[in-house]
């Protein structure tokens, strides 16, 4: 069954590649769906998994994971609806396909919660960053499809991306709102983790807890992100940057936010791997 949300999600990523290249609004159609109904299956997945363990399968990095690629999948399809295009599929959904890789091959069997992490803080900590890092990624896809618009607009060749994409002032609004509500999100996350942190400190041993300091790469890695993401906001506001300035620093924190799950939560976290 683990097998089935990668399926729809591979199959859901070719039909937006046949949509963005064809321009095929039966492709379209049929890649939303496709898309629909693995975001549907991995609900229900994860659903089964969280009865089974009494809470959200969200314990280490794999868990995480497969919970972010189905945030994503559901902040891009309310995207998708409320807007009514479609061109972005073809960026997001093989990231999130490939993501779904992970959980898939790796067996992920979920596990109980270890009692330092039955705090409704760390609840709020996690559910908030990963509600961060799916605004974030459609931050990220929003940008790239701005800087590809940008640049055939600026050498005058007028075709391809013109013709796929929503104008330029349409893809700078929608990437400041999704970095303002990721922002909002990864700030509330950071600062209920270090109120956990605290308590979780003064009653447990556990070494993974007493480690826990900005020094810990992946404590580290997530204020940098905000720090970026910080300053793309003032950016904005105070500087006045907008378009593919604004696109470039969501790439780059983007980036940042793979960079945190990927490597540093596999290999170099020592507090982020209960």
Sequence with gaps: ???????????????????FGKRSSRAGRAATTMLAAAALVHTFIIGMQTTEVGHLPVVGTTGALSIFVWLSSIAYLYTETTSNERSMGVFIVPL??????????????VVARPPVLESPWFALHVSSLLFAYASFALACVIGITYVLLFKELKAKHIGFFYDRLPSLQVLDVMNARAVTIGWTCLSVGLVVGGVWATQAQAEFSDPRVQAMSVLDPTIFVALLCWIVYSFELYARRAIGW?????????????AIVLLNFLPIGYFLT???NF
């Design 1 to 19: 069954m683990n097998i089935a949300p990668l399926l729809l999600y591979a199959a859901a990523a070719v039909g937006y590649a046949w949509h």
């Design 242 to 254: 907008t378009g593919w300035r604004t696109a470039w620093l969501s790439a780059i924190g983007f």
């Design 270 to 272: 020592r507090t982020h």
């Design 96 to 109: 999130l396909a490939l993501l779904q890789i992970i959980p898939t091959v790796s067996r992920y069997q």
